[in-house]
């Protein structure tokens, strides 16, 4: 059994790295997206959400992608600051546009989700942009499955990770499984979570041993084990290539912590605070900052008090469907 040890006396609790975009909520509920005529605009991407929401929850986080020279990317940096989050290692892109998607609200069981990523800023963050000694002052370090999806980024997240190796910086690997982003289903597919494939398991088995903490729903667990339908036996064969620790995200059943061998059955963490299908980022802090989890004050932050560009209860949000994360 691997037991996590975080470094004392760091700089920054958490960096971040993977997806930076957009997010364009729908301002209508209850209809397709066609049929959509007015979207409200906010922080997106499943490693800035993190990255944003434990800033708010009181760590020092750090957010590591790029974005274009344009508009929609000095939005997102400014945001990302006005929160206390760390943006130097957020590179700035002088051809590509910043990544955007599109959310909506048909009904209670149907979320449209639609990618704007074509050859998008954070999908070329160039690893020889990625500072030694910036990770080096990180106690932990987090990336996203879809970094590990490309040539370009997963050089990069090797490039990360080898720092991280290097000066005891805890890995974290947040799995973050986009079927649509790893070329398995149509553009407009992007709401469908889970589509079994053997080459995506085994590139993502390729890079497990790398990380000390896997984090995932039950479907992500799926595709990084290959066992379709079964998530034990892929909670095996995630074991069988990896020591790390496992944490099973479970929607309303909570969560699974698994640090050992993959028991016979799976328990579970009651989740009292996020509702079901959404990411509660109370554990990660626990996990990086025991009794220090409370948010900061308003007077505290850097932009003072009542500068925060999300709406107050957004903290927990994904999507608003089952899973949740862009």
Not at 7 to 14: H, I, M, P, S, W
Not at 19 to 39: H, K, M, N, P, T
Not at 184 to 198: C, H, I, M, Q, S
Not at 199 to 210: N, W
Request: charged share 25%; glycine share 12%.
């Amino acid at each position: 059994m691997k037991t996590l040890s975080f470094a004392g006396d760091r700089r920054f609790d958490l960096a971040c790295l993977g997806r930076l975009a957009v997010d364009l909520y729908s301002q209508q509920i209850g209809c397709a997206l066609e049929d959509v005529s007015s979207f409200a605009k906010y922080l997106g991407g499943s490693s800035a959400n993190i990255a944003f929401g434990v800033a708010r929850l009181g760590l020092r986080s750090a957010m590591i992608s790029r974005v274009g020279d344009e508009q929609m990317g000095r939005f997102l940096v400014q945001t990302l600051q006005r929160e206390g989050c760390d943006t130097s290692m957020v590179q700035v892109d002088p051809q590509r546009l910043t990544a955007l998607v599109l959310l909506g609200l048909k009904d209670r069981d149907t979320f449209p989700l639609l990618f704007y990523r074509e050859n998008c800023a954070d999908m070329a963050l160039d690893a020889a942009g990625i500072r030694e000694d910036f990770i080096a002052q990180c106690r932990a370090l987090l990336i996203t499955g879809t970094h590990l999806s490309q040539p370009g980024v997963r050089a990069a997240s090797r490039t990360a990770l080898d720092h991280a190796a290097r000066h005891a910086v805890v890995r974290v690997l947040d799995i973050d499984y986009r079927p649509v982003l790893w070329g398995l289903t149509k553009r407009g597919e992007g709401a469908n979570r889970y589509v079994a494939d053997a080459q995506v398991t085994t590139s993502l088995q390729e890079m497990l041993p790398r990380f000390d903490l896997l984090i995932g729903t039950e479907e992500e667990f799926l595709i990084a084990g290959g066992v379709p339908g079964d998530l034990l036996a892929s909670l095996r064969k995630v074991r069988e290539v990896t020591a790390a620790t496992l944490v099973v995200k479970r929607g309303a059943l909570g969560c699974t912590f698994v640090p050992g061998p993959v028991p016979a059955r799976l328990g579970q963490v009651p989740d009292r605070g996020a509702a079901p299908g959404r990411e509660d980022l109370r554990p990660q802090v626990r996990l990086l900052a025991p009794g220090r989890g409370a948010a900061r004050p308003d007077h505290d932050r850097p932009d003072g008090p009542g500068r925060r560009e999300h709406r107050p209860g957004r903290l927990r949000r994904r999507e608003p469907g089952p899973g949740g994360g862009r």
